[in-house]
């Protein structure tokens, strides 16, 4: 541990795999970083790299990390004395650590690597089938593919203790990658449980990259001019968790109290109880203070014990699909898109029942331009557009049944709707399995984990006593305000963002001025979002979405249950992770005072 180190400065380069491959060398040439980290893993990413493993041993992990990221960069990262944290071991994070190490021996340099191992649950998927589905209670299906518990940070501590200068993970908690350097500098107990949620706060706030430094940001014509060459965030963490959140010098993108504090609202549930293996974090009391140009002090992060449970996610595969795209343009584009789709769809079904092979267990048509995502609040003259994309994705068990959709879809060209043209793929599209999500809950004390590192392999014990207790419902405040003003859209008012938890979308909304959440709270109480977003919810009038405020940041996070069409990769939607949302609600008309804005 470095002693006399006051701060120490960690780097985000990646929010998902696939992320560009440039920003480790932006932090490392640029961002004078301590640390590098790398947030890999969503739940489709575990299954496609299941899915990969099952045909090549060796596979199963991110390989563009070894290749392309960190190969150019073993020997500028061993000078600089940096430590790398990334959770791209995915399934098979030994094979990750082999790579890595051919890799540095390869470019002339030793870099001692650890690998963290007891995710990976799916070879002792039998001993848990008396755990069952979280808000439900089914069993976890036969055929699953993948099975990870979301591991914490202590073990990530460990293994840089033991000396490891890049340490890989597979299924963690996307903070931990920050938690676990911050524990092991400044040597935060397990029970300092507001020092650990400020870290985690911190990952939290980096783990999604450029989207705390102007991406993907409410006021983005503030940002466009930067967009080549976003700068990606780094936090400077004191050692009692308050933290500075900046970018390198000279790139673009902004970090300004609303650009972070949209991401620190992204994704989240109830923010009193953000739960995670180490900590239950508190971000009610979050408060964002701009302390510089490109730099926001955060600080009033509360801690809690944590449960007895990881959370585990499972995929399995649940049928196959078959997507087609195409143009369509002229006069009445969306009628005809939508007569046209539906004619495809009602012809291989014809088909289908005819061969024996049963009715599609999904359909889903979409005219892209229409403002058909916006159902009932779609602007008078969108169905009037004159140019649409048209979207059909078909869901069947049988992957004959999507092979035959994949035949038919062609014939719309010549025999249905004028205007028809510009098919996307190159031709006929390519059936696909569905990788659906089964997540549950393991106790701690059922999952063993290990730090592998050289030649050397040791148990890390954590705590797994638990003692979190949920916090009671608090009553909706919906605050009585003069509204003598009219009604402006929200935007002018707020700033916000969206998410998924599983089949359930996020919206985190900042007023841009204190003075105006009032009205906002007023305004968007959760049976008036629950009614603008009945078109998506599951039981319409009758889903069910919650609201919570956040009185230190000045924000209030609603979660829309249920709606996303199951989310994620088994979503036949358009915007199955509800990434519009947040746009969509930017509308909402808000009653104010004469003279507010």
Same mark, same amino acid.
């Given at each position: ?42 739940? =489709? &990413? ?19 990390? #070894? ?73 976890? *299906? ?61 990952? !939290? ?12 940001? &409410? ?13 990606? *965030? ?18 673009? +993108? ?18 009193? %109880? ?10 009610? +009391? ?18 809690? *014990? *944590? ?15 078959? %997507? ?12 005809? +898109? ?34 058909? &995502? ?10 009037? &557009? ?23 879809? #062609? ?22 399995? =569905? ?68 089949? !359930? ?14 009205? =906002? ?56 992770? +509800? ?19």
């Amino acid at each position: 541990m470095k002693q006399n180190q006051k701060t120490v400065r960690i780097g985000c380069a990646a929010a998902f795999w696939g992320d560009t491959n440039t920003a480790a060398a932006q932090l490392v040439q640029k961002g004078n970083v301590d640390y590098l980290v790398f947030d890999y893993l969503a739940e =489709i &990413t575990m299954s496609i790299l299941a899915a990969k493993r099952m045909k090549d041993p060796n596979d199963g992990y991110a390989v563009d990390f #070894v290749e392309y990221v960190m190969a150019p960069l073993m020997a500028q990262i061993k000078a600089q004395k940096i430590r790398v944290v990334a959770n791209a071991g995915g399934v098979n994070p030994l094979a990750c650590k082999q790579a890595l190490e051919a890799a540095a021996a390869k470019a002339g340099v030793e870099l001692r690597v650890a690998v963290v191992l007891g995710d990976d649950l799916l070879a002792r998927k039998d001993e848990f089938a008396d755990c069952r589905e979280l808000g439900g209670s089914a069993a976890p *299906p036969p055929n699953l593919v993948s099975m990870n518990a979301y591991l914490g940070a202590l073990p990530i501590a460990r293994a840089l203790d033991a000396g490891a200068e890049i340490v890989v993970t597979g299924r963690c908690v996307d903070s931990a990658l920050v938690l676990g350097p911050l524990m092991h500098e400044f040597g935060w107990r397990q029970d300092e449980y507001d020092k650990l949620a400020a870290g985690s706060v911190a990952g !939290h706030i980096i783990e999604c990259g450029a989207q705390c430094t102007g991406g993907n940001f &409410t006021d983005w014509e503030l940002v466009r001019e930067g967009f080549p060459d976003m700068g990606f *965030p780094v936090v400077d963490v004191a050692s009692d968790g308050s933290f500075v959140v900046g970018k390198p010098e000279g790139t673009g +993108g902004l970090v300004s109290v609303h650009s972070v504090l949209e991401q620190m609202l992204y994704e989240i549930g109830d923010p009193r %109880a953000y739960i995670l293996p180490d900590v239950v974090c508190d971000f009610t +009391g979050v408060k964002l203070e701009q302390v510089g140009e490109n730099r926001v002090r955060v600080s009033g992060a509360r801690g809690y *014990p *944590p449960t007895a449970t990881y959370k585990v996610s499972a995929t399995y595969p649940a049928g196959m699909r078959c %997507a087609a795209l195409f143009m369509i343009g002229g006069i009445d584009a969306a009628r005809k +898109g939508r007569a046209s789709a539906s004619a495809v769809v009602e012809k291989v079904r014809r088909q289908l029942l005819e061969a024996g092979l049963g009715d599609f267990t999904g359909v889903d048509i979409h005219c892209i331009g229409a403002e058909e &995502t916006y159902g009932p609040h779609a602007r008078p003259g969108a169905a009037a &557009t004159r140019e649409v994309v048209v979207k059909i994705v078909v869901q069947h068990p049988s992957a004959k049944a999507t092979r035959l959709f994949a035949r038919e879809i #062609v014939q719309a060209a010549t025999a249905m709707s004028p205007g028809f043209t510009g098919y996307f793929g190159g031709g006929r599209p390519e059936p696909s399995m =569905i990788p659906k999500l089964f997540s549950t809950l393991v106790p701690k004390d059922r999952v063993a984990i290990d730090v592998a590192i050289g030649q050397e392999r040791f148990a890390v014990p954590v705590p797994t006593a638990g003692g979190f207790v949920p916090p009671a419902a608090e009553p909706e405040d919906l605050p009585v305000v003069a509204a003598d003003g009219g009604s402006v859209p929200l935007v002018r008012l707020a700033v916000a963002r969206s998410g998924d938890k599983g089949d !359930h979308a996020n919206i985190g909304v900042a007023a841009r001025r204190p003075e105006y959440l009032p009205y =906002i709270k007023a305004a968007l109480s959760s049976r008036a979002v629950r009614d603008y977003f009945a078109h998506v919810l599951a039981g319409g009038a009758q889903g069910r979405v919650e609201r919570w405020e956040l009185p230190g940041s000045n924000s209030l996070n609603f979660m829309l249950y249920n709606a996303l069409g199951g989310g994620g990769a088994c979503s036949l939607r358009t915007d199955p992770q +509800g990434k519009a949302f947040a746009q969509m609600l930017l509308d909402f008309p808000v009653p104010v005072a004469r003279g507010l804005v």
